[in-house]
Nanobody
Framework: QVQLVESGGGLVPAGGSLRLSCAASGRTGSTYAMGWFRQAPGIEREFVAAITWSGSSTTYADSVKGRFTISRDNAKNTVYLQMNSLKPEDTAVYYC????????????????WGQGTQVTVSS
């Protein structure tokens, strides 16, 4: 089992930027895709972005395309989410996740979840 710990959340004004990090530990020997999801109060958890093990392929939800960038550093077992041009509707708890492939992560077939980090965007 892989353990995931997110960091980097906080309060930012609209138009600002944040970078989230997610460090993986435990049984990280095998290859795995990683992704980010978010959940706002009263709304179901939704997919945000995902990346393959090699980092050569990424995919994004339409709502964040062009504003968010996912990347990973396998030497550090860490995935990042750079969030630019933030909007109040981006306010949510952001969760890191792993899965065997990027397609499985996108379809929420998740092996491990992080505990989440709060992102609040003020208007």
């Amino acid at each position: 089992q892989v353990q995931l710990v997110e960091s980097g959340g906080g309060l930012v004004p609209a138009g600002g930027s944040l970078r989230l990090s997610c460090a993986a530990s435990g049984r990280t020997g095998s290859t795995y895709a990683m992704g980010w999801f978010r959940q706002a109060p009263g709304i179901e958890r939704e997919f945000v972005a995902a990346i393959t093990w090699s980092g050569s392929s990424t995919t994004y939800a339409d709502s964040v395309k062009g504003r968010f960038t996912i990347s990973r550093d396998n030497a550090k077992n860490t995935v990042y989410l750079q969030m630019n041009s933030l909007k109040p509707e981006d306010t949510a708890v952001y969760y890191c996740a792993t899965g065997p492939t990027m397609r499985l992560v996108v379809t929420t077939h998740i092996t491990s979840w992080g505990q989440g980090t709060q992102v609040t965007v003020s208007s």
